[in-house]
């Protein structure tokens, strides 16, 4: 579409043949809310024993909270080892 600047795929343009085929290709569905903000909006984020995080909670962030983190990270970069992750590079192969 030349005015809007939108691209449409030609089967696609094809298969349109009214304006309201046009206007289902060019609007577009509003993103889809993530879990962790439709919980905050919820009273449960209000609650005294629940954590609500917006990504994935990892091990790190357990060692991070309870205070290790400082101390095993220390320790990898002294035995030479990687910080996170497991040292493999791609497909797999060992990094040396």
């Given at each position: 579409m030349q005015l809007t600047g939108m691209r449409i795929p030609d089967p696609d343009?094809?298969?349109?043949?009214?304006?309201?085929?046009l206007l289902g290709h060019l609007?577009?569905?509003?993103k889809a809310k993530k879990l962790a903000e439709s919980l905050f909006a919820n009273e449960v984020s209000e609650l005294p024993n629940v954590q609500i995080v917006d990504r994935r909670y990892t091990p790190v962030d357990k060692e991070k909270e309870v205070g290790r983190w400082k101390v095993i990270e220390r320790e990898l970069t002294a035995r030479?080892?990687?910080i996170t992750g497991?040292?493999?590079g791609p497909k797999g192969a060992m990094v040396i």
């Open positions: 343009v094809q298969s349109i043949t009214n304006t309201k085929a609007v577009r569905k509003p030479g080892l990687p497991n040292g493999a």
